[in-house]
């Protein structure tokens, strides 16, 4: 009996315990209910409207070539000895590609090199020539000197009747006929002059010279033979003259014979210059025979005219080739461009200069380039070519493969622009939410362009005016609203609303009735 008793009053004093805490609860739920609530606001994040052009990006396939390929000919024909590289080889520029058979070449260079050795025996012989004719004049020169000094002497010394009654016999028949006859012969080695000169111009051929030359000796040999006979004449009037007018006829001859040996020297010189640049001719000929000799023989080797990489190989060792025809063919594999095929329709995309990326094998920006050919006409396959530089290194490239290039081009030109995501769809009418004054705008678009990042509309807006992007499905028109970022932080506004309001009474731990907490605000 007696622990019935003990557990009925535990049971008693729980249950006033519990009742307490209920009235305790009731009380802070009330204070709540008293205190004014906080209004609340729909979070949003905006983006600025823009004017501008709507860029959209184009995805092509191109292939990378190299921009420079061309075929190595063999300029001569014969026999493969050697090939150096292997097709896919890299071959730098002035090396070894092939060789050929250098027997025959080699032949005709050592003939060459011996008949140019034989054209300098000529040409050292005129030379010899030149110099001994050139030796002769001047003691013909000097001769001459003595005996016109003599003359002059001569001429001082005897009477005008001495030198009257001289005159008188040169004026004989056969003085005038040996005056014409020098007349004669100086006209024939003016002759000879002119026509060497002519012909070291290759004006006239060689036989005129000669005949020229022929004319000059019968000339002279004629004006020899009329001076012998002048002097025969002269010395038969010695004999009936005066031994003075003897003596001043003879230094006049001896006057003209040394005038004559001047001439003959002169002829002889220019001769000499004749046969010289006759030798110097063949001679010319002749070098230029060994140099194309060695020419062959160098165009024996065949050498790579850049650096590049070995396409196709057209003959093997031990085969024959053609002259000009294709030895290998070579790419350079450092100069390369991508070139992409697009339809008609998307011509009018793309420009010359346009900036591109291109993607490599796993979708990522490889390395970038601009366009800088556009085909004016379209391919055998209805496309238009489009070609484009490669700004990085070349080396990440491979001829033949196949890249793809991202293109920016313009969509719509100078419209509103606004981000994609801030566009909200209702039974196929588009609309966004301007934020203007901390409340939500409702305004209806017409979208032109849409593209992933940005649009271009038709709406009632301005360009920087702000449009949300994030928290659209919260809104409606006139709707406060609080801007991510603006005025107060998110995280601070969204603390403030779930802490509890404290009154005194609390902090002093005791439980504030109604009528007290209205009496605080108060």
Not at 100 to 124: C, F, G, K, R
Not at 191 to 218: G, H
Not at 452 to 474: D, F, I, Q
């Amino acid at each position: 009996m007696r622990i019935y008793t003990i557990l009925i009053s535990m049971m008693i004093l729980l249950t006033g315990v519990l009742t307490g805490c209920n009235s305790t609860n009731s009380t802070e739920e009330m204070d709540e209910l008293s205190l004014p609530q906080p209004e609340k606001k729909v979070i949003v994040e905006t983006e600025v409207i823009k004017q501008g052009d709507l860029y959209s990006e184009k995805r092509l396939s191109g292939q990378v070539i190299s921009i420079e390929e061309s075929d190595v000919y063999a300029n001569i024909g014969g026999r493969v000895t050697k090939m150096v590289f292997k097709e896919g080889q890299v071959v730098e520029k002035g090396q070894v590609i092939a060789q050929l058979d250098s027997e025959e070449q080699e032949t005709a260079i050592n003939q060459a090199n011996d008949a140019v050795d034989q054209a300098q025996i000529p040409i050292d012989q005129a030379i010899q020539q030149l110099q001994n004719a050139e030796t002769g004049k001047l003691q013909a020169t000097k001769r001459h000197e003595q005996v016109k000094l003599a003359f002059a002497r001569l001429e001082e010394k005897y009477s005008k009747s001495q030198k009257l009654q001289v005159e008188s016999i040169e004026d004989t028949p056969q003085k005038i006929d040996l005056a014409e006859l020098k007349s004669q012969w100086d006209s024939a080695i003016k002759n000879v002059e002119k026509s060497t000169r002519l012909y070291e111009k290759e004006i006239i051929p060689r036989k005129e010279v000669e005949q020229a030359q022929s004319q000059e000796e019968s000339a002279r040999r004629t004006y020899e033979k009329g001076l012998l006979t002048a002097k025969e004449a002269l010395l038969t009037a010695k004999e009936s003259s005066k031994e003075i007018e003897g003596t001043i006829e003879n230094d006049k001859i001896s006057l003209m014979i040394s005038e004559m040996e001047l001439k003959q020297s002169d002829a002889a010189i220019e001769q000499a210059k004749i046969t010289l640049a006759q030798a110097k001719h063949a001679a010319q000929q002749v070098s230029k025979t060994a140099a194309k000799a060695k020419s062959k023989l160098s165009e024996s080797v065949i050498r790579a005219p850049f650096t590049g990489v070995v396409k196709k190989i057209h003959i093997r060792e031990g085969g024959y080739i053609a002259q000009q025809a294709p030895i290998v063919t070579m790419f350079n594999h450092q100069k390369l461009k991508v070139v992409a095929s697009v339809y008609p329709s998307q011509k009018k995309d793309f420009s010359k200069g346009q900036k591109l990326q291109i993607l490599d094998v796993n979708g990522e920006v490889n390395d970038e380039g601009e366009i800088v050919h556009i085909s004016p006409y379209v391919d055998e396959k209805g496309f238009f070519q489009i070609e484009a530089s490669i700004k990085g290194n070349q080396t990440n490239f491979i001829v033949g493969e196949y890249r793809e290039l991202l293109v920016e081009t313009i969509a719509d030109k100078n419209q509103l622009l606004i981000p994609t995501k801030a566009i909200t769809e209702n039974d196929g009418d588009a609309f966004i939410y301007v934020i203007k004054d901390s409340k939500a705008v409702y305004k209806e678009v017409e979208v032109l362009q849409m593209q992933a990042e940005w649009t271009s509309v038709k709406v009632n807006s301005k360009p920087g005016e702000e449009v949300a992007v994030k928290g659209m499905v919260l809104l409606s028109d006139g709707l406060d609203v609080q801007v991510l970022g603006k005025n107060k932080p998110v995280e601070k506004e969204l603390k403030k609303e779930k802490e509890p309001v404290a009154s005194p009474s609390e902090k002093d731990g005791k439980v504030a009735s109604p009528s007290e907490k209205d009496g605080e605000s108060k």
